[in-house]
């Protein structure tokens, strides 16, 4: 299976701060990333595919990019509603597999 | 406009079985399959599998194979997954996901919490 992992887990921020979260892949898988955001006791939200491929209705303030084994999903000007936690997810290969989460608070 | 709805929460004893359905609208049902992922109290996200709603074929997780069933009713547009032999490391938020293909779950229904106690 492919790990994804990610950092940080947790990252304190403040409404406006542009923030970067990272993902490895252990091994190549080009462009193939999806980045979610999920709010407490809700399902996932597809934000990105294929590395940087904004999902139609997502805030331009949220940018993702990398390929091969290092990704990055970077939200600019946070807004109060951005506080939660994001995951990354590699679609190259079966079985999916999603990173730890990074909880932004 | 896309909805899944998943059935209501399930507490059942370790060794059973647990079913959940997902009824789908809003979209071409046959066009699309779906995914299910489960998520255990404080954790990320697992996949367990996926199903083509059209041709009915599925790609399991190999964690998963032979405890995940994953079966669709076309005429009711509803996808159903079964878990057998539960135990308590089974307690998780489980969801449905529809996916274009097997690779990218792009819409999520609501949940449901599968509780395993004895």
């Known amino acids: 299976d492919i790990q994804m992992t990610q950092s940080p887990s947790s990252l304190s921020a403040s409404v406006g701060d542009r923030v970067t979260i990272t993902c490895q892949a252990s091994?190549?898988?080009?462009?193939?990333v999806s980045w979610y955001q999920q709010k407490a006791g809700k399902a996932p939200n597809l934000l990105i595919s294929?590395?940087?491929n904004l999902e139609e209705g997502v805030p331009s303030r949220f940018s993702g990019g990398g390929s091969g084994t290092h990704f990055t999903l970077t939200i600019t000007s946070l807004q109060p509603e951005d506080f939660a936690t994001y995951y990354c997810?590699?679609?190259?290969?079966?079985?999916?597999?999603f990173g730890g989460g990074t909880k932004l608070e | 406009q896309v909805r899944l709805v998943q059935s209501g929460a399930e507490v059942q004893k370790p060794g059973t079985s647990v079913k959940v359905s997902c009824e789908a609208s809003?979209?071409?049902?046959?066009?699309?399959?779906m995914h299910w992922v489960r998520q255990a109290p404080g954790q990320s996200l697992e996949w367990l599998g996926w199903?083509?709603?059209?041709?009915?074929?599925?790609k399991m997780s190999p964690k998963f194979y032979d405890r995940v069933t994953i079966t669709r009713d076309s005429a009711a547009t509803t996808v159903y997954m079964e878990v057998t032999g539960l135990t308590y490391e089974d307690t998780a938020v489980y969801f449905c996901?529809?996916?274009?293909?097997?690779?990218?779950?792009?819409?999520w229904g609501q949940g449901t919490l599968v509780t395993v106690s004895s």
């Open positions: 091994e190549d898988i080009s462009k193939y």
């Open positions: 199903i083509n709603a059209g041709s009915g074929h599925t």
């Open positions: 809003g979209y071409i049902f046959s066009s699309y399959g």
């Open positions: 294929d590395a940087s």
């Open positions: 997810q590699q679609h190259d290969g079966l079985p999916l597999t």
């Open positions: 996901a529809r996916g274009p293909g097997p690779y990218l779950p792009d819409f």
